[in-house]
């Protein structure tokens, strides 16, 4: 499958906007945030003639408002200078500003996330169709090792199993497990179907939306189209719950009749389709398009699950709204989507080292309004369904940028210790 990349995707920009600006800026970002662009998403989700300001083109393209101008200017500046080692520098430090590596992260192949779950990152070599622009991921694709990353495969995650009977739930993750070819995956799944206490199999995928050749019938690129949906259908029959948990941005994804078929056929094996994705500036920042999303998602067979906040990491300049606007956001999709009382999408949440942690909404308390947090899953069993809150700040965009709400009910913040008294149950 054609992959665009480096200076094949400043060409193939300059080519299709006629613009060499936005090629130029594409090739200074990519620098620091390097991209891919499949011949799927460039031929039939972009929208070339409304770029730099389509939606599509926003998401998947890089473009000079994913890194701050004093930052876009300092690449800029070395890449006319020529000093490759002053370079390397700078972007370096862009990267690590973006993507820190906090102490502490566990990024092992193999590790619990919440009680019960288990999250697998298969080692085997491939490429996730897009990485997002804020993905957490960012040393993978640009080549560089993710600190503390241990090495392992399916074994590593049966001897997990084995010793941790608890465990209900795993989760197949990192980049894109369905870029695998269909042998590796099934190395990954026939393991969990001879463990007995395993009832839920997902795989976070963006596969059907990008490249949903893969889905399709054989081609000179994937030889093992039929092989792969047999894999998935194996692990229905086997009385596991399967879901593909697909990340969605713009109703535009699903427009494509390739896609749409896709669709079918990972539907026809017996999983389930899951959704949800972050608002993001300029890309979906619309409560009417949301509604839409929904209800085109459902009329496939999907189903949608969250909306989530930006992560507070990589291009969030760029893409991060406040919670009050992603709120408001939430609210009126979920009242236009749903009149009647229709059941509604979860949201927003954030993805945060404490776990899953739901925005409510805001509440009138004593001291004026504030933000009502929920721990929907928590790696704490102890702080799992409970309720924290936050004074309301307009313009806070993430969790660390919240303060507590009067001198008892405090806000989970990180490096605090973490104890039940630390939020007010609800």
Same mark, same amino acid.
């Not at 945030?33 to 460039?42: D, I, M, T």
């Not at 993978?140 to 995650?157: F, I, K, L, V, W």
């Not at 081609?219 to 399967?242: E, N, S």
């Given at each position: 499958?054609?992959?665009?990349a480096?200076?094949r995707?400043?060409?193939?920009i300059a080519?299709?906007?006629?613009?060499?600006?936005?090629?130029h800026?594409?090739?200074?970002v990519?620098?620091?945030?390097?991209?891919?662009?499949g011949?799927?998403?460039?031929?039939?989700?972009i929208d070339w003639?409304?770029a730099?300001?389509?939606?599509?083109?926003?998401?998947?393209?890089?473009?000079?408002?994913?890194l701050?101008?004093?930052?876009?200017?300092?690449?800029?500046?070395t890449?006319?200078?020529?000093?490759?080692?002053?370079?390397?520098l700078?972007?370096?430090?862009l990267r690590?500003?973006?993507?820190?590596?906090?102490?502490?992260?566990?990024?092992?192949v193999?590790?619990?996330?919440?009680?019960g779950?288990?999250?697998?990152l298969?080692?085997?070599?491939r490429?996730?169709p897009?990485?997002?622009?804020s993905?957490?991921?960012?040393?993978?694709?640009?080549?560089?090792?993710?600190?503390?990353?241990?090495?392992?495969?399916?074994?590593?995650?049966?001897?997990?199993?084995?010793?941790?009977p608890?465990?209900?739930?795993?989760?197949?993750?990192?980049?894109?497990?369905l !870029?695998? =070819?269909?042998?590796? /995956?099934?190395?990954y799944?026939?393991?969990?179907?001879? &463990?007995?206490? $395993? #009832?839920?199999?997902r795989?976070?995928?963006?596969?059907?939306?990008?490249?949903?050749?893969r889905?399709?019938s054989?081609?000179?690129?994937?030889?093992d189209?039929?092989?792969?949906?047999?894999?998935?259908?194996?692990?229905?029959?086997?009385?596991r719950?399967l879901s593909?948990?697909?990340h969605?941005?713009?109703?535009?994804?699903?427009d494509?009749?390739p896609?749409?078929?896709?669709?079918?056929?990972?539907?026809?094996?017996?999983a389930?389709?899951?959704?949800?994705?972050?608002?993001?500036?300029?890309?979906?920042?619309?409560?009417?398009?949301?509604a839409?999303?929904w209800?085109?998602?459902?009329?496939?067979?999907?189903?949608?699950?969250?909306?989530?906040?930006?992560?507070?990491?990589? !291009?969030? =300049?760029?893409?991060? /709204?406040?919670?009050?606007?992603?709120?408001?956001?939430? &609210?009126?999709? $979920? #009242?236009?989507?749903?009149?009647?009382?229709?059941?509604a999408?979860?949201?927003p949440?954030?993805?945060?080292?404490?776990?899953a942690?739901?925005v409510?909404?805001?509440?009138?308390?004593g001291q004026?309004?504030?933000?009502a947090?929920?721990?929907?899953?928590?790696?704490?069993?102890a702080?799992?369904?409970?309720?924290?809150?936050?004074?309301?700040?307009?313009?806070?965009r993430w969790?660390d940028?919240?303060?507590?709400?009067?001198?008892?009910?405090?806000?989970?913040?990180?490096?605090?210790?973490?104890?039940?008294?630390?939020?007010?149950?609800?």
């Amino acid at each position: 499958m054609t992959v665009f990349a480096g200076h094949r995707l400043v060409r193939l920009i300059a080519d299709r906007t006629g613009q060499p600006a936005l090629a130029h800026d594409a090739d200074v970002v990519g620098r620091v945030l390097p991209f891919r662009v499949g011949a799927h998403a460039a031929d039939e989700l972009i929208d070339w003639s409304r770029a730099p300001d389509d939606p599509l083109y926003r998401l998947l393209v890089p473009h000079r408002d994913l890194l701050a101008p004093a930052d876009f200017a300092a690449v800029e500046q070395t890449l006319r200078d020529g000093d490759r080692d002053r370079l390397r520098l700078v972007v370096d430090g862009l990267r690590e500003r973006l993507d820190p590596h906090p102490a502490g992260r566990d990024t092992s192949v193999v590790r619990h996330t919440y009680p019960g779950t288990l999250l697998v990152l298969p080692e085997q070599p491939r490429t996730c169709p897009v990485p997002c622009p804020s993905c957490f991921r960012r040393p993978g694709h640009t080549g560089d090792p993710t600190p503390g990353r241990a090495r392992g495969g399916p074994e590593a995650m049966t001897a997990r199993l084995a010793r941790h009977p608890e465990i209900t739930d795993v989760v197949l993750d990192g980049e894109d497990p369905l !870029a695998m =070819r269909a042998a590796e /995956l099934d190395a990954y799944l026939s393991p969990l179907l001879a &463990a007995p206490q $395993v #009832r839920t199999v997902r795989i976070r995928t963006r596969a059907v939306i990008h490249t949903p050749e893969r889905f399709l019938s054989a081609t000179d690129d994937v030889a093992d189209a039929d092989d792969l949906l047999r894999v998935l259908t194996r692990v229905v029959a086997a009385g596991r719950r399967l879901s593909l948990l697909l990340h969605l941005s713009h109703p535009r994804e699903l427009d494509p009749a390739p896609t749409r078929r896709a669709v079918a056929r990972v539907l026809a094996t017996g999983a389930v389709i899951r959704t949800q994705g972050p608002v993001l500036r300029h890309v979906n920042d619309d409560a009417g398009l949301w509604a839409r999303m929904w209800r085109e998602q459902a009329a496939l067979g999907l189903v949608p699950y969250r909306m989530l906040v930006e992560r507070g990491s990589g !291009a969030r =300049r760029c893409f991060g /709204l406040p919670l009050a606007e992603v709120l408001d956001v939430h &609210a009126e999709a $979920v #009242r236009q989507r749903a009149p009647g009382g229709a059941p509604a999408v979860g949201g927003p949440v954030m993805s945060t080292e404490l776990g899953a942690l739901a925005v409510d909404g805001v509440v009138r308390l004593g001291q004026g309004p504030a933000f009502a947090l929920r721990m929907l899953r928590a790696r704490d069993p102890a702080l799992a369904g409970t309720v924290a809150y936050a004074r309301f700040d307009p313009v806070a965009r993430w969790w660390d940028e919240l303060t507590p709400y009067g001198p008892r009910d405090r806000i989970l913040i990180p490096g605090e210790p973490l104890t039940t008294g630390d939020v007010t149950g609800g």
